[in-house]
């Protein structure tokens, strides 16, 4: 006999704000670069910037199931996890999927970085494209093209897990909307950041954006 669910808060508002917005920007920056609406896909990268730039100060500093410390594990227990036939609930991301997590960032960290020096050798270049040699730019721009179609590949596979766990009974997209989990057992609620505190890191990562490139950006929409 199963024991009686139990309501957990496994993600919080900023971690929420965070995974839908970046869904978003990344369909507003595929949609721009096929277009050819450079000036709103530069508005949308340094949109971009800024949710990174936050997630990974996220990961240090925010909710438990924010931080890289809770979610990432050695090769041995994440092996243990995809051998064990009877995989226990996890409170946020398990053992496989931080994995892919900590990929998706990196990948995601790749696109951005590339995009400061990449060109589209008509009438855009990334903000950093003057401070580099010609064939330096040219291999970013290679790169951000071709990390792009990894994002798409390993987005694809997220998404995929996400079928097959709703498919196994368990909701992971409500949980990432609504922030909980029914979980078995007696688990612990995991410590929570309040939502202010992101909210105002994000507001200071912003502002810094802004003042620095993203207001010259839109100007020139």
Same mark, same amino acid.
């Given at each position: 006999?199963?024991?009686?669910?139990?309501?957990?808060?496994?993600?919080?508002?900023?971690?929420?704000?965070?995974?839908?917005?970046?869904?978003?920007?990344?369909?507003?920056?595929?949609?721009?670069?096929? =277009?050819?609406?450079?000036?709103?896909?530069?508005?949308?990268?340094?949109? &971009?910037?800024? /949710? *990174?730039? !936050?997630?990974? @100060?996220?990961?240090?500093?925010?909710?438990?199931?924010?931080?890289?410390?809770?979610?990432?594990?050695?090769?041995?227990?994440?092996?243990?996890?995809?051998?064990?036939?009877?995989?226990?609930?996890?409170?946020?991301?398990?053992?496989?999927?931080?994995?892919?997590?900590?990929?998706?960032?990196?990948?995601?960290?790749?696109?951005?970085?590339?995009?400061?020096?990449?060109?589209?050798?008509?009438?855009?270049?990334?903000?950093?494209?003057?401070?580099?040699?010609? =064939?330096?730019?040219?291999?970013?721009?290679?790169?951000?093209?071709?990390? &792009?179609?990894? /994002? *798409?590949? !390993?987005?694809? @596979?997220?998404?995929?897990?996400?079928?097959?766990?709703?498919?196994?009974?368990?909701?992971?997209?409500?949980?990432?909307?609504?922030?909980?989990?029914?979980?078995?057992?007696?688990?612990?609620?995991?410590?929570?950041?309040?939502?202010?505190?992101?909210?105002?890191?994000?507001?200071?990562?912003?502002?810094?954006?802004?003042?620095?490139?993203?207001?010259?950006?839109?100007?020139?929409?």
């Amino acid at each position: 006999m199963h024991s009686q669910l139990k309501k957990i808060k496994v993600w919080d508002l900023p971690i929420r704000v965070f995974h839908w917005s970046m869904l978003g920007l990344l369909i507003g920056l595929w949609w721009s670069a096929d =277009a050819g609406e450079m000036s709103l896909h530069q508005v949308f990268a340094y949109l &971009f910037m800024v /949710i *990174l730039s !936050f997630r990974l @100060i996220w990961g240090v500093i925010g909710s438990d199931t924010a931080r890289f410390s809770h979610f990432v594990h050695s090769p041995k227990k994440v092996m243990q996890y995809a051998s064990n036939r009877q995989k226990p609930d996890s409170i946020g991301h398990n053992p496989m999927g931080g994995y892919m997590v900590v990929l998706l960032l990196s990948l995601l960290a790749i696109q951005l970085v590339s995009g400061l020096f990449a060109t589209d050798d008509i009438f855009t270049e990334g903000p950093l494209y003057s401070y580099v040699s010609s =064939a330096t730019a040219s291999t970013m721009t290679w790169l951000h093209k071709q990390n &792009f179609n990894l /994002i *798409l590949g !390993f987005s694809a @596979i997220h998404v995929l897990a996400v079928v097959v766990y709703l498919l196994k009974g368990e909701n992971l997209i409500k949980a990432m909307f609504t922030g909980y989990k029914h979980l078995k057992g007696e688990v612990l609620q995991p410590k929570m950041r309040q939502a202010w505190i992101g909210l105002i890191l994000l507001a200071i990562i912003f502002a810094g954006v802004w003042f620095s490139v993203l207001a010259n950006a839109v100007k020139y929409m």
